[in-house]
């Protein structure tokens, strides 16, 4: 059974950097195929693709965040990391983290339980 | 940018088929899935590469693409599928996600 868990901070202030991890059992991200992404909502809005790092290392990146985003995996930690740079109250969200099944082109199954992250001064 | 327009709400009665469109560009060429979202809880996949259902998922959803539209079909629609549900899709090595339909079982 898959299981992902997001953990963070739910509080960060204008400008800061957020750093969240998604711890995941069931999978290793050593084996061929497998994925890790992450996908935010906002308050009452639809969900928004993040970034997306597979087993071999190749990353994937929201062309209208790729400035402020990195994602990096700690295969023997089972743990992949989302670093987001210069916080806005409009990054306000619920940050989820998701399983990539199928490879390239697949789907996200399943999903962590996601983690609100409110950014205020 | 590529773009998956959903309409924002689809209404359907008790055991009615309840349809939800998802429009892109070509997106016939494209792996398309669907997602479930029921309030204050995570999304769940419930159709994959247009038409496949993951173990677990009721028969009475199912799926298709072809053209320019996904469509999303829950048949004998219950008062439990009550949710948003999300189109996605994949272009150029980046994930994109539809708007949302929210779908009311009166």
């Known amino acids: 059974q898959i299981t992902l868990r997001e953990s963070g901070p739910t509080l960060v202030k204008p400008t800061q950097t957020l750093t969240l991890t998604c711890t995941f059992s069931?999978?290793?991200?050593?084996?061929?195929?497998?994925?890790v992404g992450w996908i935010r909502q906002s308050p009452g809005k639809a969900l928004e693709w993040l970034a997306l790092?597979?087993?071999?290392?190749?990353?994937h990146y929201s062309p209208s965040l790729k400035s402020r985003v990195t994602i990096i995996k700690d295969t023997s930690k089972n743990q992949v990391v989302l670093i987001m740079t210069n916080m806005d109250p409009v990054d306000t969200a619920t940050y989820y983290c998701?399983?990539?099944?199928?490879?390239?082109?697949?789907?996200?199954?399943?999903w962590g339980q996601g983690t609100l992250v409110t950014v205020s001064s | 940018s590529y773009e998956l327009t959903q309409p924002p709400s689809v209404s359907v009665s008790p055991g009615q088929t309840a349809s939800i469109t998802c429009s892109g560009d070509?997106?016939?060429?494209?792996?398309a899935c669907w997602y479930q979202q029921k309030p204050g809880q995570s999304p769940v996949l419930v159709i994959y590469?247009?038409?496949k259902r993951p173990s677990g998922i009721p028969e009475r959803f199912s799926g298709s693409n072809s053209g320019n539209t996904a469509t999303l079909t829950v048949s004998g629609t219950q008062a439990m599928d009550e949710a948003d549900y999300y189109c996605?899709?994949?272009?150029?090595?980046?994930?994109?996600f539809g708007g949302g339909t929210k779908l009311t079982v009166l």
């Open positions: 998701a399983h990539m099944r199928g490879g390239s082109y697949g789907r996200f199954d399943p």
């Open positions: 069931g999978f290793s991200l050593s084996t061929s195929g497998m994925g």
């Open positions: 790092i597979y087993w071999d290392d190749d990353k």
């Open positions: 070509k997106l016939g060429d494209k792996y």
């Open positions: 590469q247009g038409n």
């Open positions: 996605q899709a994949w272009d150029s090595s980046t994930v994109v």
